[in-house]
């Protein structure tokens, strides 16, 4: 087995092992993973942090041995707080990296970082403050950052920075949590979730005060909710269907 590390700033995680394969997410400044498959331009990896699989580009991480990895493993979050940051790499050259960076391993990488670190813990209370920093962000389908994000991509990281663990796609993010009956029994910060018409959990969306909700559709924005879903204020329609409401944070 072996096992990487993200080096640069945001890296596509692809399908297939190929350009133009579709971006199911993306790994971020510091992630580190197992590599589960070689092949001479492409290696499939499994997150540590969510075990999410998908496609990677050779140079664009580098491998570290598994006891570095088991490590890792082992360390509390530092993560990346501002919106746009940068490192130093061992050529002295910048490195732009994303909110939700993950600053553990800066100096394994060789490189400098001379912001202040910041512990993630777990709290609720910021959570509403945390997702307002993504507000307007453009959505893309497998995005995880301000520069481009999708629905559940924006609830993991906004929960994450906060110190709390979500899966990756929305669906996966319904099975966990305790499910609510009513809108009135959640509070902000809960989790809201949108199926279609044959069933399948499609969306996600924050929960926020007085029937409002935070999502990413178009791009990172707040609509109103409702025993039937989510009322688009722009179109004064319903965009999404309600199917549940999770209380992931006890």
Request: hydrophobic share 35%.
């Amino acid at each position: 087995m072996q096992y990487g590390i993200c080096n640069l700033g945001i890296v596509p995680v692809r399908l297939e092992p190929s350009d133009t394969s579709e971006m199911v997410s993306q790994v971020l400044y510091g992630t580190h993973f197992k590599v589960l498959e070689q092949r001479k331009k492409w290696s499939r990896i499994r997150i540590a942090f969510d075990n999410y699989e998908g496609w990677v580009d050779n140079k664009q991480f580098s491998f570290i041995e598994g006891d570095v990895y088991m490590g890792l493993k082992q360390q509390p979050d530092y993560l990346s707080h501002n919106l746009l940051d940068f490192v130093t790499n061992d050529k002295g050259r910048l490195i732009p990296i994303p909110l939700g960076s993950v600053m553990n391993h800066v100096q394994l990488m060789g490189h400098e970082y001379e912001g202040e670190l910041k512990k993630v813990s777990k709290d609720r209370e910021p959570i509403l403050a945390t997702a307002l920093l993504y507000l307007n962000s453009p959505y893309l389908w497998g995005g995880m950052t301000p520069f481009g994000i999708d629905c559940s991509g924006f609830t993991q990281m906004v929960y994450r920075l906060n110190g709390f663990h979500l899966k990756r796609d929305a669906s996966q993010q319904a099975t966990q949590g305790e499910p609510l009956s009513f809108i009135e029994e959640s509070l902000p910060g809960d989790l809201a979730f949108f199926d279609n018409t044959e069933g399948q959990i499609i969306h996600v969306g924050i929960i926020m005060e007085d029937h409002h909700i935070i999502h990413a559709h178009g791009q990172v924005r707040i609509d109103r909710i409702d025993h039937s879903g989510i009322y688009n204020v722009d179109t004064n329609s319903h965009s999404h269907k309600l199917r549940v409401i999770k209380k992931i944070i006890s």
